[in-house]
């Protein structure tokens, strides 16, 4: 008797527990959360109108069906949109976009200065593809720090999404065939790997 007492006391205790301390994936939302939730934890600059934000490997795919709310806020010293992508109205995607537009030449090293950043927090990267698209897998999100290429100006971005079975180069060989006639370029070292998305 006074083990059943027991035990039922600690699982009361855990859930309290957990309504009082929410586990959170990043910026204190969610995987799952619908727009609502979002709006309610997010505390950054809401921008009430949709912006052009590259999602992933593209920038074609702006206008794919998914619900996107934005918000202005900074990071590591820099201005960034963060851009929430929502399907079937839950949380699937956070993309960080640095919102200065780079020559190429000048990229590299904001590049740098944000990656030694995220090793800071997760570590040594899980993957990298052509030593510029850095991957990270935790327990409940995967990382993917890149920058994009287009007409010779380039941004980084950061993205934020549950743990997925695929591989890093998986990705970017699916988002190669889903966008073959994308503007974005993503330059790797070899010009073998070069090549619009």
Known sequence: MLRNIIFFSMIGLF?????????????GVCWGMNPYEVKKAETARYIP????????????????????????DRMYGYDILV???FESNQLISLVYQITNIYHR???????????ENLQKEYGEPDSILGGEIM?????????????VDTF??????????????????????????EYPTNQAKLFIDTPSDIGAL
């Open 15 to 27: 859930i309290l527990m957990v309504q009082f301390f929410k586990i959170t994936d990043v910026r």
């Open 49 to 72: 109108y949709f912006v052009q934000n590259f999602d992933y490997f593209s920038s074609t795919n702006y206008f794919d069906g998914k619900e996107r709310i934005a918000y202005f």
């Open 83 to 85: 851009t929430y992508a």
């Open 105 to 115: 030449d000048e990229v590299l090293e904001h590049f740098q200065i944000i990656k």
């Open 135 to 147: 991957y990270w897998k935790t327990l409940s999100l995967e990382v993917t720090l890149l920058y």
């Open 152 to 177: 010779n100006r380039s941004t980084i971005m950061i993205k934020f999404a549950p743990p997925a079975s695929e591989t890093l180069n998986e990705k970017y060989q699916k988002a190669a065939l």
